[in-house]
């Protein structure tokens, strides 16, 4: 039972380059979501994915594309990365779309960009 | 605007003792509150959570408390272990079912 799971773990970027962050769940969740994580700050929701199909924009969108590829995997794009977007980033899933049905995270992408 | 804070950003207590992480959110619409607990290098782990139609709920050694006339959440962990070293971090619904808005964290110190 792995849950969620994330790759890569690490990623160092130069400015201007792309990459895709993946995701994959296990559990048969409806939803999904893409976080950042800054130093000292809580969790800031990037986009989400409520239903298979379905993906919206959350607090801080900007720079970021996503596509929930089928109902196991939700992968996070950086277009041009900037050195703004270096952070820990976590994807989570959850049964359905309503928060009070508990997510599950996965163990994170720390994403360095110089 | 909306905003979840903490009190304290690290909380050091002994080893056995309880602990009282505190919290508190500027949003008095909020019927929906969760407590996390981030270990080094993991996501964030569901602890317990609690509606605003109670004031208090218990779990394994752990007991949430929602004050909302001060507008306060609290997290007792009772008989701290080793194991509870993490930053802990509260979260609140926000105006959407999506929305959870988090708190920056504290950090839990156990001294042997």
């Known amino acids: 039972n792995a849950g969620v799971t994330q790759t890569p773990k690490f990623q160092v970027l130069k400015t201007g380059q792309s990459m895709t962050l993946q995701c994959a769940q296990d559990m048969n969740h409806n939803s999904m979501y893409w976080y950042r994580q800054d130093p000292g700050m809580g969790l800031r929701l990037i986009y989400y994915?409520?239903?298979?199909?379905?993906?919206d924009k959350g607090e801080v969108p900007n720079g970021y594309n996503v596509s929930r590829l089928n109902k196991r995997e939700f992968s996070l794009r950086l277009e041009s990365a900037a050195p703004s977007q270096t952070s820990v980033y976590f994807c989570?899933?959850?049964?359905?779309?309503?928060?009070?049905?508990?997510?599950?995270f996965g163990s994170g992408t720390r994403l360095t960009v110089v | 605007g909306e905003s979840v804070g903490l009190h304290l950003p690290t909380l050091s207590v002994q080893e056995g003792d309880n602990s009282i992480i505190n919290c508190a959110y500027s949003n008095s619409a909020s019927d929906y509150f969760i407590w996390y607990k981030q270990e080094s290098g993991k996501g964030p782990q569901f602890i317990i959570d609690?509606?605003?139609n109670m004031d208090k709920r218990q779990g394994q050694r752990v007991t949430v408390l929602l004050n909302k006339t001060v507008k306060h959440l609290s997290l007792q962990i009772a008989a701290t272990q080793p194991g509870d070293s993490a930053v802990y971090f509260c979260a609140e619904k926000g105006n959407s079912n999506y929305q959870l808005i988090w708190g920056a964290g504290t950090k839990l110190i156990i001294k042997p």
């Open positions: 609690i509606r605003s």
């Open positions: 989570a899933s959850s049964e359905h779309w309503d928060i009070a049905s508990g997510y599950t």
């Open positions: 994915s409520a239903s298979e199909g379905t993906t």
